[in-house]
């Protein structure tokens, strides 16, 4: 089962309003990096990053998506 995320993608906000404010970025930033470290503690490398795959819900949090190219570290 997965959330919607009716907010779409980051790539997609920008393109509908042109730019994000820089409280905005701090905060996708902030979590964008704790998603990674979370994802490194569980030796898994992502290989996708890119706007398109950072997914805002309800609540603007990004969720990272499309783990398709994602591999375990042994």
């Known amino acids: 089962m997965l959330e919607l995320c009716q907010n779409q993608t980051i790539n ?3 393109k509908r309003r ?3 404010t820089e409280l ?6 902030i979590q964008l990096v704790n ?4 994802l490194h503690k569980n030796k898994v490398i992502h290989r996708d990053l890119k ?3 950072l997914l805002l819900s ?6 990272l998506g ?3 190219l994602a591999t375990r570290v042994e």
Request: charged share 30%.
């Open 12 to 14: 997609e906000q920008i």
């Open 58 to 63: 309800d609540k603007m949090e990004i969720k």
């Open 35 to 38: 998603s990674i470290q979370f």
């Open 66 to 68: 499309d783990f398709g």
């Open 24 to 29: 905005e970025v701090m905060t996708f930033l």
């Open 51 to 53: 706007l398109g795959n």
């Open 18 to 20: 042109k730019r994000l």
